[in-house]
C-alpha cells in the first residue's frame, strides 16, 4: 500500500459548509433512502492525493449504522457530487460513499471516484452485512473475488469470474486492532471475531476488504458493533490526528505475507497465524474456492489429470496478493487436514511447478 498523503476535503462551496447535528441522521429505518443532504458542489475538484474510499448502503443496517457512526466523530464535510443517487462525505484523506443498492452490485466504484473527481484512490472498504448458518453473533474481516468461477458462470454475489481483488494489507493488523476494540466494548465472547474466506464481490480495482456484522437482523442493528466497527475505521485510517494501522509501505520490515489455501469458510487454521503480532495476510481460499474434481471418479476410469478451476484460482488470489504487497515474501500456508492426500500432492507439487513457496505457522514469526 502507498503511503497515502493527508490531504483536505476538496476546494469547492460544499467544503464550507458542515453536517447537520448527527441527531438529525436517522438511523436504518425499513424504509431505506439517502438520509444525507445533498452537496452543492460541482464535480471539478481535482486532487493528486491518494484517498481511501469507504462505501456504505442504507438498504443494510449492519452497513449504515457503522457509517453513521463514523461520520457523527469529528471533521466530515460534505464530498464532490458523484452521482445523484449517491451521497459523499470527506474528513482529511478518507472518503465515504453512501449508496442504496446491495452493496455487492457496484462495480468500478474505485475507478468511477477517479474519473469523476480526479482524486486517486488507494484502498476500497465496505462495510457489510455478514450471514451465517449458524446466525452466531460475529465481526469479520475478509478479501473478495470469486476467483474459482468459470467465464460465462454468474457469481451469485457480484463480481466477475476468475477475478480476485487487489487484498488489503490492513486485513491482518485489522482484525488484531478490531479484536482489541471489541473487548475493551465486552463484545467479546458474546461476538466471535474472525477473518473469513475470499468471496463476492463488488468487481473493484484497489486494494479492498469488507467489514461485517453479522449473523441475524437484531445483531446487524446492534449500536455497539456499529460503535466497534466505526471506531476501528477511525482508528485504523489514522484520523483525529492518529497514526493508521497496517501501512503496508510503512511497516513492511516483516516482508512475509500467508496466502491461505484450504480449510473453512473462517480459515481456523490460518487465523490462529493471523492473530499473532506482525503477520500480513492476503487471500484465503475455502475449499469451495479451489474446486478439484477427483481423477478416480471421472467416468469411472482412473486419470492422472485432477479437473476444476483450482489451479486458476490459486494463481489469481496469488497474483492479486503479490501485487497488494509489493516486495513482499508470498507464503501459501496449507490446512493439510481440510484435504485428501491426492488433493494435498496435486496442490503441493502445483506451487512447486509455479515457484510459490509454501510456509509453516513458524515461518510467519
Known amino acids: 500500500m502507498l503511503l497515502r498523503s493527508i490531504g483536505s476535503c476538496p476546494k469547492t462551496a460544499a467544503a464550507t459548509r458542515v453536517l447537520p447535528p448527527f441527531s438529525s441522521i436517522p438511523l436504518f429505518n425499513s424504509t431505506p433512502s439517502l438520509i444525507f443532504p445533498s452537496p452543492s458542489s460541482s464535480s471539478s475538484s481535482s486532487s493528486s492525493s491518494m484517498v481511501s474510499l469507504l462505501v456504505a448502503t442504507t ?18 464535510q460534505p464530498g464532490p457530487h458523484f452521482q445523484d443517487d449517491m451521497k459523499s462525505f470527506c474528513n482529511e484523506g478518507v472518503r465515504v460513499l453512501l449508496h442504496g443498492k446491495s452493496i455487492v452490485v457496484e462495480d468500478d466504484l474505485d475507478k468511477r471516484w477517479e474519473e469523476k473527481t480526479g482524486e486517486v484512490v488507494d484502498e476500497v472498504i465496505f462495510f457489510s452485512k455478514h450471514t451465517a448458518v449458524s446466525n452466531k453473533p460475529a465481526l ?17 454475489q457480484g463480481g466477475k469470474p476468475g477475478w480476485a481483488a487487489l487484498p488489503s ?24 471475531i474472525t477473518l473469513e474466506a475470499t468471496h463476492h464481490g ?44 497496517g501501512n503496508w509501505s510503512r511497516e513492511n520490515d516483516k516482508k512475509k505475507v500467508l496466502l491461505g489455501i484450504g480449510g473453512g469458510h473462517y480459515a481456523p487454521r490460518h487465523m490462529d497465524v493471523v492473530l499473532k503480532d506482525d503477520v500480513w495476510v492476503g487471500h484465503l481460499l475455502s475449499g469451495y474456492s ?11 476410469e482412473a486419470t492422472s489429470e485432477i479437473g476444476g478451476t483450482w489451479r486458476h484460482s490459486i494463481l ?28 494435498k500432492n496435486a496442490i503441493t507439487a502445483f506451487l512447486t511447478e509455479q515457484n510459490i513457496k509454501i510456509g ?6
Not at 438498504?59 to 466530515?76: E, K, Q
Not at 479451489?290 to 469411472?300: L, S, T, Y
Open 316 to 343: 489469481a488470489a496469488y497474483e492479486a496478493t503479490r501485487d497488494a504487497f509489493p516486495g513482499g515474501e508470498i507464503l501459501a500456508h496449507l490446512d493439510h487436514k481440510s484435504f485428501k492426500s491426492w488433493q
Open 59 to 76: 438498504s443494510d443496517p449492519a452497513s449504515i449504522n457503522p457509517a453513521n457512526a463514523l461520520l457523527a466523530m469529528p471533521g466530515w
Open 140 to 156: 469479520t474481516v475478509h478479501p473478495i473475488g470469486v476467483p474459482h468461477l468459470r467465464e460465462g458462470d454468474v457469481p451469485p
Open 202 to 245: 463488488p468487481f473493484t480495482n484497489k486494494p479492498t476488504m469488507f467489514l461485517e456484522i453479522g449473523s441475524t437482523e437484531d445483531y446487524w442493528k446492534r449500536q455497539d458493533a456499529a460503535q466497534v466497527m466505526a471506531q476501528l475505521v477511525w482508528e485504523g485510517l489514522g484520523l483525529g490526528g492518529g497514526t493508521d494501522v
Open 169 to 192: 494489507p490492513r486485513m491482518g493488523p485489522w482484525l488484531r486492532h478490531l479484536k482489541k476494540l471489541a473487548q475493551a466494548r465486552n463484545l467479546v465472547p458474546e461476538f466471535e
Open 290 to 300: 479451489i474446486p478439484m474434481e477427483d481423477p478416480n471418479q471421472a467416468k469411472g
Open 360 to 365: 509453516k505457522p513458524a515461518n510467519f514469526h
